[in-house]
C-alpha cells in the first residue's frame, strides 16, 4: 500500500499534494510504469497531478495504513 503505481504517462512529471494544495512530492516520470514510494505521507487524502506540455490531470487517492 506504500507504492503508487503511475502507468502510461512517460514524459510527464508529477506531484502529490494534500488538501491544503501544499506539494509533498514530485517528479519525473519516464517509464510506461512508474512506482512511487509513498511510504513517508501519513494516512490521509491527497491529489495527484500529472502534468506534460499541452493538459494537466488530477487524481484524488487516499492512503491507509
Known amino acids: 500500500n506504500d507504492i503508487l503505481m503511475i502507468s502510461n504517462c512517460q514524459g510527464t512529471s508529477y506531484e502529490i499534494f494534500d488538501i491544503s494544495g501544499r506539494i509533498l512530492m514530485s517528479g519525473k516520470i519516464h517509464n510506461s510504469i512508474e512506482s512511487v514510494d509513498v511510504k513517508d505521507l501519513n494516512q490521509a487524502y491527497f491529489f495527484v ?3 506534460n506540455d499541452n493538459e494537466i490531470a488530477i487524481f ?5 495504513n
Do not use: A, L, V
Open 49 to 51: 497531478r500529472i502534468i
Open 60 to 64: 484524488k487517492i487516499s492512503k491507509i
